[in-house]
T-cell receptor
Framework: GENVEQHPSTLSVQEGDSAVIKCTYS??????FPWYKQELGKRPQLIID?????GEKKDQRIAVTLNKTAKHFSLHITETQPEDSAVYFC???????????FGTGTSLTVIP | DGGITQSPKYLFRKEGQNVTLSCEQN?????MYWYRQDPGQGLRLIYY???????QKGDIAEGYSVSREKKESFPLTVTSAQKNPTAFYLC????????????FGQGTRLTVV
C-alpha cells in the first residue's frame, strides 16, 4: 500500500509569518497529491493539489512543492492570516489505486 | 454547500443498536468513500465504491456495512459489532477514481450513549 506521514501535528505562527507543513510518502507510483483544509466542525476542502509531472504549484498565498526523488511534498502558506487557522491534511494516490491515503493532519493556529 | 450531503449531522445511538448514516451526491461522480475521523489519526478509510453495485473494504471495515444501489447514494451502517463507534464520519466522492479531487460531505458525528 501507501504510507503518508505528515509533520508537524501542531503548528503555531504569528500573523504575517509563513507556515510550512511537510509530508512524505512511501510508494513511488503515487502521482497525485492534494491538500485539504478543514475548519473546525466543517468538511475538508481542497485548497491545492499537484501532480507528479510538476515540481511546484502556486495559488496566491499557497504553494505546494514536490520532490519525487525524496518522496516528499510540502505546503507553504505565506503572509498567514487568522482565517488560515484550521487542520490541514495531505494525501497521495496512485493511478491504478482505489483510495486516497491521508496524512494524520496538522493543526495550524495563526496568532493575531 | 451543495454537491454531497450527509445526514444527520449529529446522531446518538444506544449500545447494541445498528444505525445508518446517509450520503447523497448530485455531482454524477462514480467513486464514493466513507472515512472515519478520530483525533490525531487523520482520515481512515472504511469502505469505497467505484461503481454502482460494487464496493470494497477499506482499512477499518470491521463492524460496518455499505450498499451502492444507486450512483447518487452510498449509505453506511454502523453495526453493533463495531467496538468503538463514537467518531466523526465523512463521506466523499470523486469523478474519476482517485485521480481527481475528492469532495466531502459535512460529516456526521455519531455518539454511542
Amino acid at each position: 500500500g501507501e504510507n503518508v506521514e505528515q509533520h508537524p501535528s501542531t503548528l503555531s505562527v504569528q500573523e504575517g509569518d509563513s507556515a510550512v507543513i511537510k509530508c512524505t510518502y512511501s510508494d513511488s507510483a503515487s502521482n497525485y497529491f492534494p491538500w485539504y483544509k478543514q475548519e473546525l466542525g466543517k468538511r475538508p476542502q481542497l485548497i491545492i493539489d499537484i501532480r507528479s509531472n510538476v515540481g511546484e504549484k502556486k495559488d496566491q498565498r499557497i504553494a505546494v512543492t514536490l520532490n519525487k526523488t525524496a518522496k516528499h511534498f510540502s505546503l507553504h502558506i505565506t503572509e498567514t492570516q487568522p482565517e488560515d487557522s484550521a487542520v490541514y491534511f495531505c494525501a497521495a494516490s496512485k493511478p491504478t489505486g482505489n483510495q486516497f491515503y491521508f496524512g494524520t493532519g496538522t493543526s495550524l493556529t495563526v496568532i493575531p | 454547500d451543495g454537491g454531497i450531503t450527509q445526514s444527520p449531522k449529529y446522531l446518538f445511538r444506544k449500545e447494541g443498536q445498528n444505525v445508518t448514516l446517509s450520503c447523497e451526491q448530485n455531482l454524477n461522480h462514480d467513486a464514493m468513500y466513507w472515512y472515519r475521523q478520530d483525533p490525531g489519526q487523520g482520515l481512515r478509510l472504511i469502505y469505497y465504491s467505484q461503481i454502482v453495485n460494487d464496493f470494497q473494504k477499506g482499512d477499518i471495515a470491521e463492524g460496518y456495512s455499505v450498499s451502492r444501489e444507486k450512483k447518487e447514494s452510498f449509505p453506511l451502517t454502523v453495526t453493533s459489532a463495531q467496538k468503538n463507534p463514537t467518531a466523526f464520519y465523512l463521506c466523499a466522492s470523486s469523478r474519476d477514481r482517485v485521480r481527481t479531487e475528492a469532495f466531502f460531505g459535512q460529516g456526521t458525528r455519531l455518539t454511542v450513549v
